[in-house]
Nanobody, 121 residues
């Protein structure tokens, strides 16, 4: 079974830091982009940071300077480090991968189950 498995998250104090990790499992031959999205209550899901297959990255303006994305292409993992967290960062964070090639699919999009991040004192 091909899936994305996330870890990390939880309750963080304002100004604190967090690290989220995501690993792709199953028989996967390649992945296009891999990264993180988030969805706050009552809001649409938004991109946080994405690592492209080319090695370039995209970082949302709302977290630029506070977020770092790292991708291990051989291990099929991606992590997100964020610092100086604000209550506005409270959301469910989702790992995402696209253009995934498996035994049966050549253009699969995968989402993780989501992990809650709450920034509060």
């Amino acid at each position: 079974q091909v899936q994305l498995v996330e870890s990390g998250g939880g309750l963080v104090q304002p100004g604190g830091s967090l690290e989220l990790s995501c690993a792709a499992s199953g028989t996967i031959f390649s992945i296009g982009s891999m990264g993180w999205y988030r969805q706050a209550p009552g809001k649409q899901r938004e991109m946080v940071a994405v690592a492209m297959s080319s090695g370039s990255t995209k970082i949302a303006g709302s977290v630029k300077g506070r977020a770092t994305i790292n991708r291990d292409y051989s291990q099929k993992t991606v992590s997100l480090q964020m610092n100086n967290l604000d209550p506005e960062d409270t959301a469910v964070y989702y790992c995402h991968a696209d253009r995934v090639i498996t035994l049966t699919d050549r253009n699969l999009t995968l989402w993780g189950q989501g992990t809650q991040v709450t920034v509060s004192s």
